[in-house]
């Protein structure tokens, strides 16, 4: 069974402050990594995505990834509002390179 | 949004009721997939299709089934609704070139009374 487990949260920060959200995989054959945000009674909204070891930056979100240890995270830096939502962290598996997912960390950022 | 759309948005139905949703993209993608999103479940792939005519089971198919006959349209039907399938429904794209990412239509939320 594959199995994508992140913090279940909820995550709360104050604004300007960076939120740090972390996933575990447990395919170590999985090649590429996502982060969507989804607001509530909205759709899955891609951020970022990620394929090597190190560090992705994308304006305020810098994605994570660490293969030996089965770990990707993402940080925002500079928080806001506007950020808070559910963030899913995602991983390819299978021949139809169909996503699984992690049940998503809510993230608060307070004003 | 990929030029997905999905109808309907919403729809309230009765057990033991045949049920079609439809997902339609303009853009020409060759795989398409369905999720359900359920609290505490996060999404999890119910169909998913790699061209015309040709699909496969994902994690939780049981109770559905899809069909594709034109490259821009991908229906999931629930042949009998039942409670259990009240969830929230996504379709979804995966682009080419080979980066794997998949975007997402705007959803529909079914409830089985």
């Known amino acids: 069974q594959k199995e994508v487990e992140q913090n279940s949260g909820p995550l709360s920060v104050p604004e300007g402050a960076i939120a740090s959200l972390n996933c575990t995989y447990s395919?170590?054959?999985?090649?590429?990594f996502f982060w969507y945000r989804q607001y509530s009674g909205k759709s899955p909204e891609l951020i970022m995505f990620?394929?090597?070891?190190g560090d992705k930056e994308d304006g305020r979100f810098t994605a994570q990834l660490n293969k030996a240890s089965q770990y990707v995270s993402l940080l925002i830096r500079d928080s806001q509002p506007s950020d808070s939502a559910t963030y899913l962290c995602a991983v390819v598996s299978g021949s139809a390179r169909q996503l699984t997912f992690g049940s998503g960390t809510q993230l608060t950022v307070l004003p | 949004d990929a030029g997905i759309t999905q109808s309907p948005r919403h729809k309230v139905t009765e057990t033991g009721t045949p049920v079609t949703l439809r997902c339609h993209q303009t853009e020409n993608h060759r795989y398409m997939y369905w999720y359900r999103q359920d609290p505490g479940h996060g999404l999890r792939l119910i169909h998913y299709s790699y061209g015309v005519k040709d699909t496969d089971k994902g994690e939780v198919s049981d109770g559905y089934s899809v069909s594709r006959s034109k490259t821009e349209d991908f229906l999931l039907t629930l042949e009998s609704a039942t409670s259990s399938q009240t969830s929230v429904y996504f379709c979804?794209?995966?682009?080419?070139?080979?980066?794997?990412?998949?975007?997402f239509g705007p959803g529909t939320r079914l409830t089985v009374l």
């Open positions: 990620i394929y090597s070891n």
């Open positions: 395919d170590r054959g999985s090649q590429s």
């Open positions: 979804a794209v995966r682009t080419s070139g080979g980066t794997d990412t998949q975007y």
